[in-house]
T-cell receptor, first 116, second 117 residues
Framework: AQSVTQLDSHVSVSEGTPVLLRCNYS??????LFWYVQHPNKGLQLLLK??????LVKGINGFEAEFKKSETSFHLTKPSAHMSDAAEYFC??????????????FGTGTKLQVIP | KAGVTQTPRYLIKTRGQQVTLSCSPI?????VSWYQQTPGQGLQFLFE???????NKGNFPGRFSGRQFSNSRSEMNVSTLELGDSALYLC????????????????FGSGTRLTVV
């Protein structure tokens, strides 16, 4: 079975302070992990991805995430929040399945609010 | 490089009507997946097409259908629309699709906002 849990549905930070969006996953196979961002009335944009190379992954707009297998986590961080970071963020896991296809599972999303 | 193009961007339909949405993937991408996004249910997988074949299907009624053409463009159709079908419909393309090793991720279009009245 495969699942993704985004531990916070809403996160609020002040501009200039660090951002932490938490994601835990479970998978029977070696997973690929992704973070996507969605601004209002837009599609989803890929922020970063982990595909079994370096465990610390750097993405666009200053975001990064660390794959921790022992903790089954893939938390998204940014040292300093900007107003433009206000959006909804989705953690996604992809791994093999018994049917032979890659199964893609989205988390329920975390809405990030940035306070000026 | 052009992104994923979805048309139309907005649509208003009446209950009982049918609707067709279109998606043009990134050039060279052979896989197109469709998702429904609503505030209550979040992102739900509809189906995936790869090389004109439906590869995976989510848990939606038969009123939801799709197809893919030889140029990888895809359409999804919803017949006998219900109020609950109001949603943002997102199309995503990828190079390998879920039949291969899905390590590139999706590129999403901006979506079609369907409102059923």
């Amino acid at each position: 079975a495969q699942s993704v849990t985004q531990l916070d549905s809403h996160v609020s930070v002040s501009e200039g302070t660090p951002v932490l969006l938490r994601c835990n996953y479970s998978s029977s196979y070696s997973p690929s992990l992704f973070w996507y961002v969605q601004h209002p009335n837009k599609g989803l944009q890929l922020l970063l991805k982990y595909t079994s190379a370096a465990t610390l992954v750097k993405g666009i707009n200053g975001f990064e995430a660390e794959f921790k297998k022992s903790e089954t986590s893939f938390h998204l961080t940014k040292p300093s929040a900007h107003m433009s970071d206000a959006a909804e963020y989705f953690c996604v896991v992809s791994s093999g399945s018994s049917g032979g296809y890659q199964k893609v599972t989205f988390g329920t999303g975390t809405k990030l609010q940035v306070i000026p | 490089k052009a992104g994923v193009t979805q048309t139309p961007r907005y649509l208003i339909k009446t209950r009982g009507q049918q609707v067709t949405l279109s998606c043009s993937p990134i050039s060279g991408h052979r896989s197109v997946s469709w998702y429904q996004q609503t505030p209550g249910q979040g992102l739900q997988f509809l189906f995936e097409y790869f090389s004109e074949t439906q590869r995976n299907k989510g848990n939606f009624p038969g009123r939801f259908s799709g197809r893919q053409f030889s140029n990888s463009r895809s359409e999804m159709n919803v017949s006998t629309l219900e109020l609950g079908d109001s949603a943002l419909y997102l199309c995503a393309s990828s190079s390998t699709g879920t039949g291969g090793y899905f390590n590139y991720g999706y590129t999403f279009g901006s979506g079609t906002r369907l409102t059923v009245v």
